[in-house]
């Protein structure tokens, strides 16, 4: 077998390397430079160290706002994780069992969400809940629940929960897909063993199928995290830069949207918003860095 030089390595390395530093590394590293600056009026920038940072997290003008989009965005996490992940792990495993008829068909419908653009998503649900023209209404009048029926996308209370269940409809897909390929590449012949010594079908889900399957479970948590903590796209569509009522499904996206490029009343600060971006990024590498020592760890590789 012909060895491959260090030379024709760096060959092949340099497009996707020189592709990833352009358009990803060094746009980062000058955010993060960025944040270190403000800018008067005239446009120029002078070194200010860590004083946005410190406005952004403790000046009551603006720790308020960011306080209320991370622990909105913690909601909307958690929310994922109680909701989406464990019903990807119902789904995956029913359509892993054999004899199940209509399995590929399902499988299509439910991932199909996950390739529609979050703007339509968003359209059609807010014409659904709409209490003025939506058919939210009429649909639980059929099933006798018309007087559960509330404007829930504009309520404090209720907004961040709606949007939530919505992004959980739309990409219930991605973990039910993942856990499935895992689920799949279960030796068959551990399964026929367990099967011969008597084991049910839950015992062999809960004591073999689950821990073999438990680094794709770790994947899938860490993508939920990543996802979340940079999500933006449906409440914007939905609710708009202000992400209302009244900030109520405010995330890091949209608060760092319009610290970045302003909206309405508020003045777009780009040093600022770097700022933001920065405190962003800590978050999602001090979530993934500690998923890695504390969980990934302990997690047993097991042959397959």
Not at 3 to 19: C, G, S
Request: include cysteine; hydrophobic fraction near 55%.
């Amino acid at each position: 077998m012909k060895t491959i030089r260090a030379w024709q390595l760096a060959v092949l390395l340099a497009p996707a390397v020189l592709i990833y530093a352009l358009f990803s590394a060094l746009p980062l590293l000058d955010t993060l430079r960025l944040g270190f600056y403000t800018a008067n009026d005239a446009g120029v920038r002078s070194f200010v160290g860590l004083d946005n940072y410190r406005t952004i997290l403790f000046d009551p003008d603006w720790s308020a706002a960011f306080w209320n989009a991370m622990w909105n965005n913690v909601k909307f996490f958690c929310i994922h994780m109680a909701l989406q992940n464990p019903i990807g792990l119902l789904l995956a495993t029913l359509f892993s069992l054999k004899g199940l008829r209509g399995a590929r068909t399902y499988r299509t419908l439910i991932f199909l969400p996950t390739l529609l653009s979050v703007v339509i998503i968003g359209f059609i649900w807010q014409l659904i809940l709409s209490p003025l023209w939506g058919v939210g209404e009429k649909l639980l009048g059929t099933v006798g629940l018309a007087d559960w029926f509330a404007p829930w996308l504009g309520q404090e209370s209720t907004a961040l929960l709606t949007l939530s269940l919505i992004s959980v409809w739309q990409y219930v897909g991605i973990p039910m897909m993942l856990i499935y390929a895992a689920l799949l590449a279960v030796p068959e012949e551990v399964l026929e063993a367990a099967h011969a010594e008597g084991a049910s079908a839950m015992r062999i889900f809960w004591q073999i199928k689950l821990p073999l399957i438990y680094p794709t479970l770790g994947l899938v948590t860490i993508l939920t995290f990543v996802a979340n903590f940079n999500a933006f796209d449906l409440i914007y569509s939905v609710k708009g830069a202000l992400a209302g009522p009244n900030y109520a499904s405010d995330l890091l996206g949209t608060y760092f949207y319009r610290t970045f490029f302003g909206y309405q009343a508020q003045i777009g600060s780009p040093t600022m918003g770097a700022a933001v971006a920065t405190l962003m990024f800590l978050v999602i590498l001090g979530g993934v860095g500690a998923y890695f020592v504390l969980v990934q760890r302990r997690l047993t590789r097991y042959a397959m």
